[in-house]
């Protein structure tokens, strides 16, 4: 995986690796201030959300003198008791809460500063020499590290009264640099790296004359996890690389952390493979065009870790065959309301799906390991969401579709039955079949359209209910169905609770075996609200002559699409059409 | 040229990716070079990693199984749309206790397997041993194995199935049915039609002598066409179709 992303990092024509690091390179928030000759100073106060100019030649010095002086983490210090936070001669990084003290510079300043350079001049171990001196470096020369620590000595008062003018008091950070060359620090910063780089020194092994370590990107040993080492192979530990390779990892996931869209973090993204746009990270909506990438995912901590990385061979945003989203209702509801249209588009798709079926609540919970139960999201719906969504990810964001394929029916009626329980508003019903009836259009394209079978079969009943005189009775088994979806709306619509608790009514419908179970549920609410109806109403006795005169097959599955479309639609019992309107006005 | 030819399939495999460690261990999506002589070594019984020095033999230069089945040549087809198997990131407990000295004893576990994986593998003998290549063919036709042989985890046996021995002849067309290795520019590949692929998987090729770990190639597998003098060598074709061996 590491192998591939790299080729695609350092391979690409236009741009070196630092320069495309430091291109989205974001200074943390703190205080800097680079020290020119003759006691001249810069000065740049980075809050939270301050947008630094972007071509200023002091926030770019200050960019790159931060990033080749930074630490790798805070396990790898300079100085061994981690209160200084820089890693070279010419520059002084720490805490304001180290450095500053009821007006004053702190007591204990002085003797973190004499600590960190005294750990600069002596790095220690065998090992760090003897990677140094592999790489050629010489002993930093004494006097300029003591012409360092004087330097710094010297302006610590002027730093703290500027703290005490700017009344910083949070606890950002300090930064003091040198003015110096931009080759000195990134020489001065291999001096620090080269040793480091590794997850730990005592892993290197010397092949043919060269260095090889323990990887340190997304790579660790724990003593806690005794097996992370391999017991019984030759080589221990997992993946050795040289510091180059090393390096270059550091700069590809800082890169990657830096990456953005309109101010906001990426989580996911694709890198197109030998392409080298001047984008290498691309979002969902940019690969328009058919082409080999690799999918990332990615989790952000204090660093970032890889958490889903696949080579899609042949991936596009655009689908090969556009889905359409038909407004099954088109009939009965307010026709805006839902935006049904063709989509070619997998993240136009998802955010429909998102929406229309999921309220809202799939895309954000694709990663989250304990989905939490909210006012918005019942346990049924997170249930449902945890079942579902590698299939809707594999479809939407990497391109392959058959386990939605295959689960198209199951998934999209589990979140429907879900969704009843905290269902917001009636037509919402209604977005989510439409969703499934056009999904399942979709995906099985040799089976009859469902929607249209049943929106056929409603306005069979409406006319049936309308204009029967004598008492109606049921055709098929579509018909009983859609006709108890109506008669269950009527009698919520009758209800006078103050607010109405959809799960009440729908659990005995949703645990009912057989149509015989439907009938009992549906005659208790009749009984229920027998009070309220009047004997003399044609089309509720239609209505209801149709549900009570239908005798199931044995062993009938229920047909829920059905019941929940006569529910979702309009109300046959008030339906006024638009003769009746006009009637209505002319009286 | 005469080739050993069998599906190797199974209903989930997972070959480790050795690069990170720290939240998801990858898979490769194609069983690598070395992991299929692995394979074969438990068929006909050769000794894997095991250190060596666990077992008072001295400090060996390679794990028996790539002593002896390295000079062998393979190719591999994967049987499926585009090259891309599916994989799902599973998420399970170590709980044996040993695994984690954290409190509680238990190790979380996220793992990428492949979902079915299929693939046609055609060996040659090459530089082999013919005793051991005469052993391997016998095993592998009467069906018959030292170890079981599995998929990266010994919770994934692997299924061999329809072994038997074809003739290849040599052969220099410009498209490769099969995984190759190619560390050319990947833009002189040629395909130009809408349902064109590439699948490119930098994976394990060999094993560096003395300590072991991987020497890694870039694995292709596309419907384009190559540039002649970039083919690699070793090609054969059974009439129908090109392999690519390495």
Same mark, same amino acid.
């Given at each position: 995986?590491?192998?591939?992303?790299?080729?695609?990092?350092?391979?690409?024509?236009?741009?070196?690796?630092?320069?495309?690091?430091?291109?989205?390179?974001?200074?943390?928030?703190?205080?800097?201030?680079?020290?020119?000759?003759?006691?001249?100073?810069?000065?740049?106060?980075?809050?939270?959300?301050?947008?630094?100019?972007?071509?200023?030649?002091?926030?770019?010095?200050?960019?790159?003198?931060?990033?080749?002086?930074?630490?790798?983490?805070?396990?790898?210090?300079?100085?061994?008791?981690?209160?200084?936070?820089?890693?070279?001669?010419?520059?002084?990084?720490?805490?304001?809460?180290?450095?500053?003290?009821?007006?004053?510079?702190?007591?204990?300043?002085?003797?973190?500063?004499?600590?960190?350079?005294?750990?600069?001049?002596?790095?220690?171990?065998?090992?760090?020499?003897?990677?140094?001196?592999?790489?050629?470096?010489?002993?930093?020369?004494?006097?300029?590290?003591?012409?360092?620590?004087?330097?710094?000595?010297?302006?610590?008062?002027?730093?703290?009264?500027?703290?005490?003018?700017?009344?910083?008091?949070?606890?950002?950070?300090?930064?003091?640099?040198?003015?110096?060359?931009?080759?000195?620090?990134?020489?001065?910063?291999?001096?620090?790296?080269?040793?480091?780089?590794?997850?730990?020194?005592?892993?290197?092994?010397?092949?043919?004359?060269?260095?090889?370590?323990?990887?340190?990107?997304?790579?660790?040993?724990?003593?806690?996890?005794?097996?992370?080492?391999?017991?019984?192979?030759?080589?221990?530990?997992?993946?050795?690389?040289?510091?180059?390779?090393?390096?270059?990892?550091?700069?590809?996931?800082?890169?990657?952390?830096?990456?953005?869209?309109?101010?906001?973090?990426?989580?996911?993204?694709?890198?197109?493979?030998?392409?080298?746009?001047?984008?290498?990270?691309?979002?969902?909506?940019?690969?328009?065009?058919?082409?080999?990438?690799?999918?990332?995912?990615?989790?952000?901590?204090?660093?970032?870790?890889?958490?889903?990385?696949?080579?899609?061979?042949?991936?596009?945003?655009?689908?090969?065959?556009?889905?359409?989203?038909?407004?099954?209702?088109?009939?009965?509801?307010?026709?805006?309301?839902?935006?049904?249209?063709?989509?070619?588009?997998?993240?136009?798709?998802?955010?429909?799906?998102?929406?229309?079926?999921?309220?809202?609540?799939?895309?954000?919970?694709?990663?989250?390991?304990?989905?939490?139960?909210?006012?918005?999201?019942?346990?049924?719906?997170?249930?449902?969401?945890?079942?579902?969504?590698?299939?809707?990810?594999?479809?939407?964001?990497?391109?392959?579709?058959?386990?939605?394929?295959?689960?198209?029916?199951?998934?999209?009626?589990?979140?429907?039955?879900?969704?009843?329980?905290?269902?917001?508003?009636?037509?919402?019903?209604?977005?989510?079949?439409?969703?499934?009836?056009?999904?399942?259009?979709?995906?099985?394209?040799?089976?009859?359209?469902?929607?249209?079978?049943?929106?056929?079969? @409603?306005?069979?009943?409406?006319? !049936?209910?309308?204009?029967? +005189? %004598?008492?109606?009775?049921?055709? #098929? /088994?579509? =018909?009983?169905?859609?006709?108890?979806?109506?008669?269950?709306?009527?009698?919520?619509?009758?209800?006078?609770?103050?607010?109405?608790?959809?799960?009440?009514?729908?659990?005995?419908?949703?645990?009912?075996?057989?149509?015989?179970?439907?009938?009992?549920?549906?005659?208790?609410?009749?009984?229920?609200?027998?009070?309220?109806?009047?004997?003399?109403?044609?089309?509720?006795?239609?209505?209801?002559?149709?549900?009570?005169?239908?005798?199931?097959?044995?062993?009938?599955?229920?047909?829920?699409?059905?019941?929940? @479309?006569?529910?979702?639609?309009? !109300?046959?019992?008030?339906? +006024? %059409?638009?003769?009746?309107?006009? #009637? /209505?006005? =002319?009286? | 040229?005469?080739?050993?030819?069998?599906?190797?399939?199974?209903?989930?495999?997972?070959?480790?990716?050795?690069?990170?460690?720290?939240?998801?261990?990858?898979?490769?999506?194609?069983?690598?070079?070395?992991?299929?002589?692995?394979?074969?070594?438990?068929?006909?019984?050769?000794?894997?990693?095991?250190?060596?020095?666990?077992?008072?033999?001295?400090?060996?230069?390679?794990?028996?199984?790539?002593?002896?089945?390295?000079?062998?040549?393979?190719?591999?087809?994967?049987?499926?749309?585009?090259?891309?198997?599916?994989?799902?990131?599973?998420?399970?407990?170590?709980?044996?206790?040993?695994?984690?000295?954290?409190?509680?004893?238990?190790?979380?576990?996220?793992?990428?397997?492949?979902?079915?994986?299929?693939?046609?593998?055609?060996?040659?003998?090459?530089?082999?041993?013919?005793?051991?290549?005469?052993?391997?063919?016998?095993?592998?036709?009467?069906?018959?194995?030292?170890?079981?042989?599995?998929?990266?985890?010994?919770?994934?046996?692997?299924?061999?199935?329809?072994?038997?021995?074809?003739?290849?002849?040599?052969?220099?067309?410009?498209?490769?049915?099969?995984?190759?290795?190619?560390?050319?520019?990947?833009?002189?590949?040629?395909?130009?039609?809408?349902?064109?692929?590439?699948?490119?998987?930098?994976?394990?090729?060999?094993?560096?002598?003395?300590?072991?770990?991987?020497?890694?190639?870039?694995?292709?597998?596309?419907?384009?066409?190559?540039?002649?003098?970039?083919?690699?060598?070793?090609?054969?074709?059974?009439?129908?179709?090109?392999?690519?061996?390495?």
């Amino acid at each position: 995986m590491l192998k591939d992303l790299l080729n695609e990092f350092v391979n690409h024509p236009d741009f070196d690796v630092d320069t495309m690091v430091l291109d989205n390179y974001q200074l943390e928030p703190g205080l800097y201030i680079r020290f020119n000759n003759y006691n001249k100073m810069d000065e740049l106060y980075v809050k939270k959300n301050t947008d630094l100019p972007e071509n200023d030649p002091l926030v770019k010095w200050f960019k790159k003198a931060d990033f080749y002086s930074s630490l790798i983490e805070m396990n790898k210090p300079v100085d061994p008791k981690k209160k200084i936070h820089s890693n070279n001669l010419f520059t002084l990084f720490c805490k304001r809460d180290i450095f500053y003290q009821e007006g004053k510079v702190h007591p204990e300043l002085q003797e973190h500063i004499d600590r960190y350079f005294s750990a600069l001049l002596n790095p220690g171990n065998r090992e760090t020499a003897k990677i140094l001196a592999a790489a050629h470096y010489e002993p930093l020369p004494e006097e300029s590290v003591y012409c360092s620590k004087a330097r710094f000595n010297a302006v610590l008062d002027t730093v703290a009264e500027y703290i005490k003018k700017e009344d910083i008091r949070n606890n950002c950070y300090i930064k003091l640099f040198l003015n110096a060359e931009e080759e000195a620090y990134v020489y001065e910063s291999g001096r620090y790296l080269l040793p480091k780089i590794f997850n730990k020194n005592t892993y290197n092994i010397n092949v043919g004359g060269r260095i090889l370590g323990l990887s340190n990107t997304d790579m660790g040993m724990n003593a806690k996890k005794p097996f992370l080492e391999h017991k019984t192979t030759a080589f221990k530990v997992p993946y050795r690389i040289s510091t180059e390779e090393a390096l270059l990892l550091r700069k590809f996931y800082l890169w990657l952390f830096g990456q953005g869209r309109g101010g906001r973090p990426l989580y996911n993204g694709y890198i197109p493979v030998w392409e080298h746009a001047p984008q290498l990270l691309l979002v969902a909506n940019e690969v328009d065009v058919r082409k080999p990438v690799i999918y990332l995912h990615f989790e952000r901590g204090v660093d970032l870790t890889i958490d889903d990385c696949e080579f899609l061979p042949s991936f596009s945003d655009k689908m090969s065959k556009a889905i359409v989203f038909t407004n099954y209702f088109d009939n009965c509801l307010d026709k805006s309301s839902y935006k049904s249209g063709v989509l070619d588009k997998l993240s136009a798709v998802e955010a429909h799906i998102n929406e229309n079926l999921y309220a809202f609540q799939l895309v954000s919970n694709y990663d989250v390991k304990n989905i939490k139960v909210t006012e918005k999201l019942s346990q049924a719906l997170a249930n449902q969401i945890m079942l579902s969504r590698e299939a809707m990810r594999a479809w939407l964001r990497k391109g392959y579709f058959l386990p939605m394929q295959s689960g198209v029916d199951k998934i999209t009626m589990g979140v429907i039955l879900a969704r009843l329980q905290k269902l917001e508003f009636i037509p919402a019903l209604a977005y989510a079949l439409n969703v499934r009836f056009s999904l399942m259009k979709y995906f099985r394209e040799e089976e009859k359209d469902m929607g249209l079978t049943i929106q056929t079969a @409603y306005l069979n009943l409406r006319e !049936k209910v309308l204009n029967t +005189k %004598d008492t109606a009775s049921c055709e #098929n /088994d579509l =018909e009983f169905y859609l006709a108890v979806g109506q008669l269950l709306r009527y009698f919520f619509s009758l209800s006078q609770a103050q607010t109405l608790h959809y799960d009440v009514l729908w659990r005995g419908i949703t645990a009912a075996r057989d149509a015989g179970d439907i009938k009992t549920e549906y005659r208790k609410y009749f009984q229920r609200y027998a009070h309220e109806i009047n004997i003399n109403n044609p089309r509720f006795n239609n209505m209801l002559s149709i549900a009570s005169s239908y005798l199931p097959k044995k062993e009938e599955p229920i047909n829920l699409d059905a019941l929940f @479309y006569g529910f979702a639609a309009d !109300k046959i019992i008030y339906y +006024k %059409d638009k003769e009746d309107d006009k #009637n /209505d006005k =002319e009286q | 040229m005469k080739s050993l030819r069998f599906t190797l399939s199974g209903p989930l495999a997972c070959f480790r990716q050795p690069d990170v460690n720290a939240k998801v261990y990858f898979t490769y999506n194609n069983i690598h070079k070395v992991a299929l002589l692995g394979l074969l070594g438990a068929v006909i019984g050769l000794s894997g990693y095991r250190n060596a020095d666990l077992y008072g033999q001295g400090e060996k230069l390679y794990p028996e199984f790539y002593e002896v089945l390295s000079p062998l040549l393979v190719s591999v087809v994967p049987n499926v749309k585009n090259g891309y198997f599916s994989k799902k990131i599973q998420y399970f407990n170590n709980s044996v206790g040993y695994a984690s000295k954290e409190e509680g004893g238990n190790l979380q576990v996220r793992e990428q397997w492949l979902e079915n994986p299929n693939w046609t593998v055609f060996l040659a003998q090459h530089k082999l041993d013919a005793s051991i290549w005469d052993k391997l063919c016998d095993y592998m036709l009467r069906g018959q194995c030292v170890y079981i042989p599995y998929l990266g985890r010994n919770d994934f046996p692997a299924q061999i199935s329809d072994v038997c021995l074809v003739e290849l002849s040599v052969s220099k067309s410009l498209r490769i049915d099969s995984l190759f290795l190619y560390s050319g520019d990947l833009n002189t590949l040629d395909g130009g039609d809408p349902s064109q692929y590439l699948f490119v998987e930098t994976a394990p090729t060999s094993l560096v002598p003395k300590h072991n770990f991987y020497e890694f190639g870039r694995y292709i597998f596309t419907n384009c066409t190559l540039p002649e003098d970039e083919l690699p060598p070793y090609l054969y074709s059974d009439g129908v179709r090109q392999y690519s061996f390495y």
